[in-house]
């Protein structure tokens, strides 16, 4: 029997998980769910198009991954519990093999956080994949960028560079030879995992309710992403380039000034920058100690309109930096 | 300046409409919504691909109507108030007028239902619009697919098979050559609304809740959308053939059988197909009254496993049809 779309769906996505709050999941014309009581709804939708957000050969248990992980990592930096995704997929031809693992790995990463699948829409066209996540926060308790406080210490979370190193050595077939000699297998597969299955910091959003001014995911960037904080707050940031948690080994690989600019620029490490007031610094281990990942401080805030000051051991750095990642202009 | 993703979403997407209940709108990694007590959430996502979908001269004003309007007929499918939605848009390159236009479209329809767009994203690529809908429902008065009852008397709201005769025109220089000559312009007219810009069915599926058991929308054609309610409710059913609103003149243009076909099987009326028990029969009319629509009683269901009875006048009248639109197997 060829596939059609209706047993397609049926077959790779239905049913896969349930909640109790999932009052009526696929097969009608809509979902529908119960937010508890006292909480809010928060919704945040991210798409990935093969060529612009992925190589065209990205294995598809990483696609699967990587299309939730990135929306898991928005509700992440709101402080929000995840709950409920629709997926729509575009799809050049209907593949079993490669859907059994595409939905292999979305289910994989979807169970971890007790995310029920409860619609969305399969259809012919190029590969292009939407998610929308819906988590739920209790009320007026989500990290916005807008609330960072001059005098706020900063922080990053794990290590940033790793992703945009792999993407490079995947890209470029000299860079790959000269990157095989430099890390051994175990660091490039630890690079390779960040860029494919980057783990999106859910645990560490909860801790920060509370603790945090401001928080935002590292998309595109700590350099773009942080202004994004700066510009919402009405703050400046002095960054300390000698406490960046640079992916190990990427200093002695490409030079200091080539690992700061992958690293501050690089994108898709999707772990968290945000702000915390002086007040509850002291509260942040505990805070984090159950969010399975390090955080580092990197740098303070003051009043100002967006600007970030980079030094060194406390003197001022020049470093040509693009400011963000944009799609239109840059290419993956 | 050249626009880029940023200047764009804000140009054109943001800060359009505002609701009491949307705490946090477009510029953070989510947006934050209430949804008020004793309602619960209904979710629907549509994806239209260029080629797929919609004709790759489709005027932007009709694809930004469409896309948001094929999302909120499911939420009248469902009985719900539509409230809040998210959009992804893939575009191959930045177009300021086709965007203008193509936003007109959109917020025209949201602000006639008070729907505040609330995020998404813009990304290069092929053109594909995804849109995910949120409404809310009173507490289990949802209208679904799975509670036809067996002596439910069958319904249509509208006429149906204008929007595929609309379509037919655009795609077949012959065909559009002899409808010229039939119809006259106010009717072509007509039916290029129909199947350009649909009006979803979201006040009469108010007035169906406690009045209807089961609804569906007509997206793939009423043959195939009939049989979703009929399987999911365990029935068959009686299509009484002379009482289809079949769009006038379609019959004197293509024949009985295939105005017929293109009635049934035809698809994008986007009106509404419901069943209704014999004691609530009575009380439609006033229901739907504040609809702005019509309807008609064009069949009964009875116990079965989603068979349906073509009938002209009581005689069975033998009609092939295809099932469904498949997208992996039809092309628009």
């Known amino acids: 029997m060829p596939l059609n779309e209706f047993s397609l769906i049926e077959r790779f996505f239905a049913n ?29 939708s991210d798409t990935l198009v093969e060529g612009v957000h992925f190589l ?5 248990r990483a696609l699967g991954h990587k299309a939730l992980a990135v929306n898991l990592s928005d509700l992440a930096a709101m402080g929000a519990e995840p709950r409920w995704a629709t997926l729509s997929i575009s799809l050049p031809s209907l593949d079993e093999q490669w859907l059994a693992e595409f939905s292999a790995g979305l289910f994989e990463l979807a169970e971890f956080f007790n995310v029920a699948l409860i619609g969305g829409d399969t259809t012919r066209g190029p590969l292009s994949i939407t998610i929308t996540i819906h988590g739920v926060i209790p009320k007026d308790k989500a990290l916005l960028r807008s609330s960072a ?69 590292i998309s595109d960037g700590l350099y773009g992403d942080l202004r994004h904080i700066l510009k919402a707050s009405d703050c400046d940031a002095k960054l300390w380039l000698e406490k960046l ?34 007040a509850n610094k ?51």
């Open 56 to 60: 065209p050969n990205i294995p598809p």
């Open 149 to 217: 406080m001059p005098g706020d210490w900063l922080y990053v979370t794990g290590s940033i560079g790793g992703s945009n190193l792999a993407l490079q050595s995947l890209l470029d077939e000299d860079f790959a030879h000269e990157y095989q000699q430099h890390f051994n297998k175990d660091q490039q597969q630890a690079h390779l995992d960040k860029h494919y299955f980057p783990q999106p910091r859910v645990l560490a959003g909860y801790g920060l309710r509370g603790v945090a001014n401001a928080v935002i995911d």
């Open 245 to 278: 948690p640079v992916v190990e080994g990427l200093e002695q690989f490409l030079g200091r000034e080539q690992a700061l600019k992958m690293a501050l620029c690089g994108g898709e490490d999707y772990e968290l920058c945000f702000t915390v007031p002086e």
């Open 282 to 332: 002291g509260s942040l281990d505990i805070a984090l100690s159950y969010s399975g990942v390090n955080h580092q401080c990197v740098g303070q805030l003051s009043r100002g309109d967006g600007q970030i000051e980079l030094l060194e051991h406390g003197q001022a750095k020049a470093i040509e930096l693009p400011i963000s990642w944009d799609h239109f202009t840059t290419s993956a």
């Open 16 to 44: 896969h998980s349930q909640r109790n709050d999932l009052v009526l999941g696929i097969g009608d014309d809509a979902a529908i769910v119960e937010v508890p009581k006292d909480h809010q709804l928060v919704i945040s």
